[in-house]
């Protein structure tokens, strides 16, 4: 076994954050540019933000701005943490951590928030399968990387800038 002076460096099980921490603020622009890109179109938008629609839903349009700036700032934090990662920023394993929670506050939050927007949605609807995979995606972080985190020797000898 390597003396623990020697784990440093992106290696071992940090191969995995790099590659998390590289791709997910593409990945998250991209996703939400999609999303977005239809929510705010015309046909959505009017089928609920006019008035004289019958599907005409009061807070949808402050809801999915709100939801939108919060994501903005969540990818444009996690584009941060790529510049921390690969300068090797002390700072970086606990913005990380906030990060992996305040993402899973958000999707709980987020979930409750549509519900009040949309009282007539079912459980299925509000536990749809990216939603579940957001939720299951958010406990795994929590329950592997932010123990990791704050442990592992690698980490505390590699982000010391």
Do not use: C, H
Not at 108 to 125: A, E, N
Request: charged share 15%.
């Amino acid at each position: 076994m390597k003396d623990k002076s020697e784990l440093k460096g992106i290696g071992g099980w940090l191969i995995l954050v790099a590659i998390g921490v590289t791709l997910s603020p593409f990945i998250a622009a991209g996703v939400d540019y999609a999303v977005y890109s239809q929510v705010f179109g015309e046909e959505m938008w009017n089928l609920f933000t006019d008035s004289n629609s019958l599907s005409y839903t009061p807070y949808y349009a402050l809801t999915v701005s709100v939801e939108l700036v919060i994501n903005i700032i969540i990818d444009a934090y996690l584009f941060y943490l790529i510049y921390l990662f690969y300068k090797k920023k002390s700072g970086l394993p606990p913005l990380y951590i906030k990060l992996v929670f305040a993402i899973f506050a958000f999707t709980i939050i987020d979930i409750f928030v549509v519900s009040l927007v949309f009282p007539d949605l079912t459980i299925k609807d509000l536990f749809d399968p990216l939603t579940i995979r957001a939720i299951v995606q958010s406990v795994i972080a929590i329950l592997i990387w932010v123990p990791y985190m704050k442990k592992s020797v690698r980490v505390k000898n590699t982000f010391i800038n």
